[in-house]
């Protein structure tokens, strides 16, 4: 048996580094984007993590976790205070930490049973890579719907390696990502003869080789004219406003489109703060705008139906009224509503008490025909959802418009990270994406993931660009589900093939002495 993997670093100076870790990585996000950063941050916790004890592991992966969700989601503390920013960080640092657990076992196992070079360089950064995709994986749709928030694959939206994603999705992209680190890590350990410049120019190499794979061909199946509309007004939980104040905002940065010859024209989550299928009024102003335009109005607002409320998007045309409508399939959790609130609103009672209205999960199609255009339709969080954006296509969207609200978070990076997820949700769909804020920024993206235009944040306006209509379906959408479970299976499966084979070359070994348990020596024959 090959010796036992030695930690790198003592305890107290992996969990400096894993403390420094977290913000490194952050980093690579926007809205600092510096995307090689991503690199460095999830390198530096790998090599913290290697030769580590399992409670090590799980401390120096809390401490990284905790780290990187601190920063990366402090904006979740802007408008309610501490509590849910610490209470989700902490628990994305638990899943944090056992993925790291997962990942030290490997590095100690994996070597203890494939221990030629075949085993270190090639089996062992594959496992790690999937170990860490099938934590994503889980925490993106579990507890609550999961949160999706920090996936390696986010952070690099505008770098060489986005275009990946068209043939891999989101998982494919962390997996690829992880597996460079955990290679090139790999290959500046191993022993022997290499020379220095061996130990550069193989990761280099393999860099090289992941960024020449060429993107996926657009293919575009025709064009449709859309207009998006970013009112500014105060939509915000907390704002002080009248009733109608937003509708009113929505209305006056839409008069600027009036006159252009469009096909839709697209308004963001809660564009209506007051519901047009039961305020006559607003009606009234979507007819009316609708009339001059002579276009369909999208428009989101909250409805209620059968003493349920959803956050909803309607099809809205003038005189006709709602043709079709779409609600949110996943509210967000502890924000639309308070899931097991019996169990939740003693920890926290007058933050719970906050959330009076609970949103009922829609169960419709997430698709409009606009006048023969399919329109995939996301609201605000769901354009996180690996799933939501599959299904659209399958349906036949040809383009997609993701309606969000970010007033709740001011000026901070939550409006820069939602952007970049729409912009690889284009190019892994290779779909124009329309996405329209209430406060911004609202850009439409091109299949290939080019901002064609935007508005500013905090300022009103309107956008209108003739964009690129798709009917064709890239390898992600085909297959990015499989290639998500394939990755995280072979990742679980390797390392649990390689625990149970040290624990039955244990026994042989030991039976073989005739001496009970295995010494450290006997183990490093």
């Known amino acids: 048996m090959t010796q036992p993997t030695r930690p790198l670093l003592p305890l107290l100076a992996a969990v400096l580094v894993a403390a420094a870790a977290g913000p490194v990585l952050d980093a690579g996000f926007p809205d600092k984007g510096i995307w090689p950063l991503a690199f460095v941050g999830a390198a530096l916790i790998l090599i913290t993590l290697i030769g580590r004890s399992a409670w090590g592991a799980l401390l120096v992966g809390f401490i990284g976790g905790v780290s990187f969700y601190l920063v990366h989601v402090s904006w979740t503390a802007l408008y309610l ?15 944090f930490a056992i993925g790291a657990l997962l990942i030290t076992l490997a590095f100690r196992f994996i070597p203890l049973v494939w221990g030629n070079r075949w085993g270190r360089l090639v089996l062992l950064p594959l496992v790690v890579a999937g170990l860490w995709t099938a934590r994503e994986a889980l925490v993106s749709t579990w507890p609550y719907g999961g949160f999706a928030w920090g996936r390696m694959a986010l952070s690099q939206s505008e770098s060489p390696f986005s275009s990946l994603v068209a043939w891999v999705g989101l998982s494919g992209l962390s997996f690829l990502m992880v597996w460079l680190i955990a290679f090139a890590i790999q290959v500046v350990r191993e022993p022997g003869s290499l020379s220095a410049f061996t130990r550069v120019a193989v990761p280099a190499a393999a ?38 104040d937003i509708l009113m905002a929505q209305a006056s940065a839409t008069l600027d489109v009036v006159g252009k010859d469009v096909d839709m024209v697209v308004w963001p989550e809660n564009g209506s703060d007051l519901d047009p299928l039961a305020v006559p009024e607003a009606a009234a102003v979507l007819d009316y705008l609708g009339a001059q335009l002579d276009a369909p109005i999208l428009t989101g607002t909250i409805t209620e139906r059968d003493g349920e409320y959803f956050n909803t998007s309607l099809l809205w045309s003038s005189g006709e009224g709602a043709l079709d ?9 502890f924000g639309e509503y308070v899931p097991d609130r019996e169990i939740w609103e003693p920890f926290a009672p007058d933050l719970i008490g906050l959330v009076a209205r609970e949103y009922t999960p829609g169960t419709r199609d997430n698709i409009f025909n606009v006048n023969g255009v399919i329109a995939g339709i996301s609201i605000c969080f769901d354009i996180v959802d ?13 383009v997609i418009l993701a309606q969000t609200n970010n007033a709740d978070f001011g000026r901070t990076d939550e409006n820069q990270q939602q952007l970049a997820i729409a912009r690889l949700r284009a190019i892994e769909s290779s779909r124009t994406v329309v996405n329209v804020s209430t406060v911004g920024t609202s850009q439409m993206i091109a299949p290939d993931g080019r901002t064609l235009t935007e508005i500013e944040a905090f300022e009103p306006g309107s956008m209108v660009e003739t964009v690129p209509l798709s009917n064709s379906r890239t390898p992600a959408m085909l297959y990015g589900a499989q290639i998500e479970a394939v990755v995280a299976t072979f990742g679980l499966a390797a390392l649990l093939i390689a625990r149970i084979s040290v624990a039955r070359g244990r026994t042989t070994l030991a039976t073989a002495s005739g001496t009970g348990a295995p010494t450290r020596d006997q183990l490093l024959v």
Do not use: C, M
């Open 325 to 333: 409508y779409y609600d949110k399939r996943h509210p967000v959790p």
């Open 207 to 244: 860099i090289a080789a992941v960024l020449a794979i060429p993107a996926v061909p657009i293919v575009t199946s025709g064009t449709s004219t859309i207009a998006a509309v970013q009112g500014n007004a105060k939509a915000g939980y907390f704002d002080q406003r009248e009733p109608g």
């Open 386 to 398: 690996d799933a939501l954006t599959r299904e659209a296509v399958d349906r036949g969207a040809q």
């Open 81 to 95: 205070g501490p509590v849910p920013w610490i209470a989700l960080s902490v628990l994305e640092s638990i899943f």
